[in-house]
Nanobody, 122 residues
Framework: QVQLVESGGGLVQPGGSLRLSCVAS????????MGWYRQAPGKQRELVAT???????VYADSVRGRFTISRVNAKNTVYLQMNSLKPEDTAVYYC????????????????WGQGTQVTVSS
């Protein structure tokens, strides 16, 4: 079992910045991909950004140039720096990870966090 705990959400004015953090803990042998998704009211969950253990990042077109994803492998932690926030960025942001558990190194599982609310409003 792997737990993901997000933090850093909140209310911010348009044009402002927030930094989300997510720490993975539990029965982890190795973490592969880490990332952030978001879900706005009445919409499907969508990819925001992902990052491999080697540091290769992928961004949604809607956030590229404004958001930056990073990770510290030794701490099983992923960050999302969000700048120039817009009202349409308002959503619940979910952390995600792919991992191999201790004792089953050849397996591949996914785990989601509980989500953190980001509201962009004046």
């Amino acid at each position: 079992q792997v737990q993901l705990v997000e933090s850093g959400g909140g209310l911010v004015q348009p044009g402002g910045s927030l930094r989300l953090s997510c720490v993975a803990s539990g029965n982890i042998f190795r973490i592969y991909l880490m990332g952030w998704y978001r879900q706005a009211p009445g919409k499907q969950r969508e990819l925001v950004a992902t990052i491999t253990s080697g540091g290769s990042a992928v961004y949604a077109d809607s956030v590229r140039g404004r958001f930056t994803i990073s990770r510290v492998n030794a701490k099983n932690t992923v960050y999302l720096q969000m700048n120039s926030l817009k009202p349409e960025d308002t959503a619940v942001y979910y952390c995600y990870t792919d991992y191999a558990p201790v004792g089953d190194h050849m397996s591949y599982f996914g785990s989601w966090g509980q989500g953190t609310q980001v509201t962009v409003s004046s």
